[in-house]
């Protein structure tokens, strides 16, 4: 199912896909279109994770404040960051930063449903690579994702509902969770 709605998704979405492409250098300036990252896979093996840049370069070095304080630590998202701009927010907003990650689905990197691949940094300080999500693939969208916790807590208030899909993971559960995540795109319930 992952390898055949991905593929069905890359070309359905590919007039939306160049598009973006090309609007990310023009408003975003300098520093490629694809942002790369190390991720925690399945069986916590790291991989390479895709998505098209929603910020500015990073400016930490000219950058007067804080913006790695607590609000980051709790959620990796800080709404001081001086990176952010409004076409980044119209990416994140319809998860359109998200879309190469298809790409990661096609290669058995990621499955279209399961918790989502955290930061391999925060996962090896945090004690997340034995954790048992890892018993199965990343998904481009989960449970948490599409649960009413995720517009008012921390990352970490997630992890009791990555322990619960994994727990009983199934195709209609799968399905009714990517039938929820296109629900949530289309009302912009967050990003």
């Known amino acids: 199912m992952d390898l ?7 070309v ?5 896909l160049i598009l973006v492409w090309v609007c990310v250098p023009l408003m975003l300036g300098p520093g ?4 790369r990252q190390q991720r925690v896979g399945r069986d916590g093996v790291p991989f390479t994770i895709y ?3 929603s910020m500015l370069m990073d400016r930490r070095r000219t950058f007067q404040g804080s913006y790695s304080g607590r609000e980051r630590r709790g959620t990796h998202k800080s709404a001081s960051d001086p990176r952010h701009t409004d076409f980044g927010r119209l990416l994140r907003a319809f998860s359109l930063d998200e879309l190469p990650q298809l790409i990661n689905v096609i290669k058995g990197d ?3 449903v399961g918790p989502r691949p955290e930061l391999l940094a925060v996962a090896e300080e945090q004690g997340y690579v034995d954790h048992p999500r890892i018993m199965v693939r990343p998904g481009l969208t989960g449970l ?5 916790l995720r ?3 921390r990352i970490s208030a997630g992890l009791h509902l990555d322990v619960l899909y994994v727990s009983r993971v199934t195709f209609r559960g799968d ?3 990517i039938l929820r995540t296109m629900a949530a795109l289309l009302v912009r319930r967050g990003s």
């Open 4 to 10: 055949v709605l991905a593929v069905c998704l890359l």
């Open 151 to 153: 517009s008012t807590s």
């Open 32 to 35: 490629g279109v694809v942002f």
């Open 144 to 148: 948490f994702q599409v649960s009413p």
């Open 110 to 112: 990621m499955s279209l």
């Open 175 to 177: 399905m009714k969770i």
């Open 12 to 16: 359905v979405l590919s007039p939306l």
């Open 51 to 53: 998505k098209f840049r």
